[in-house]
C-alpha cells in the first residue's frame, strides 16, 4: 500500500487549504483498508489525530482543535481522502501525513491503530 499526501503549502491565517491523500498498491481497496486518517506533527511536537473516516458509510471523527473548521472526505473511485482545511490559524502550522487501518484497534484517535502512512506534506499558516 502506498500513500502520497499532496496540498500543502503557505497560507495565510483565515485562509483554506485542501489536501488530498492518494492510496494505491496491490494490497489496497477501500474493503480492506476500512480507516483513513490524517495526523499532523509541529515542529518540536508529537503527532496528533486530525481526522479520520470509515470508507464504507463515510462515517467521520475530528480532533477538537479542528471541528467546525475542516472536513474530510473521500473519493471511493479514485482511492482518494481529501482534508479540507477552513478558517486556518497559525498554531495549524504543522506537516499533515494521511495514514490507513484495516481495522480500528485501538481507537482512530491513536497512531498504533494505523497500518500505513503516507510522506507527509507541510502545511505553514503565517499570522
Known amino acids: 500500500v502506498q500513500l502520497q499526501a499532496y496540498g500543502g503549502g503557505l497560507v495565510q491565517a483565515g485562509g483554506s487549504l485542501r489536501l488530498s491523500c492518494a492510496a494505491s498498491g496491490r494490497t489496497f481497496s477501500s474493503y480492506a483498508m476500512k480507516y483513513m486518517g490524517w495526523f499532523r506533527q509541529a515542529p518540536g511536537k508529537e503527532r496528533e489525530f486530525v481526522a479520520a473516516?470509515?470508507?464504507?458509510?463515510?462515517?467521520?471523527n475530528y480532533a477538537d482543535s479542528v471541528k467546525g473548521r475542516f472536513t474530510i472526505s473521500r473519493d471511493n473511485a479514485n482511492n482518494t481522502v481529501s482534508l479540507q482545511m477552513n478558517s486556518l490559524k497559525p498554531e495549524d502550522t504543522a506537516v499533515h501525513y494521511c495514514?490507513?487501518?484495516?481495522?480500528?484497534?485501538?481507537?482512530?484517535?491513536?497512531?498504533?491503530?494505523?497500518?500505513?502512512w503516507g510522506q507527509g506534506t507541510l502545511v505553514t499558516v503565517s499570522s
Open positions: 495514514a490507513a487501518a484495516r481495522y480500528n484497534r485501538y481507537g482512530l484517535e491513536l497512531r498504533r491503530t494505523y497500518d500505513y
Open positions: 473516516i470509515i470508507w464504507s458509510g463515510g462515517t467521520t
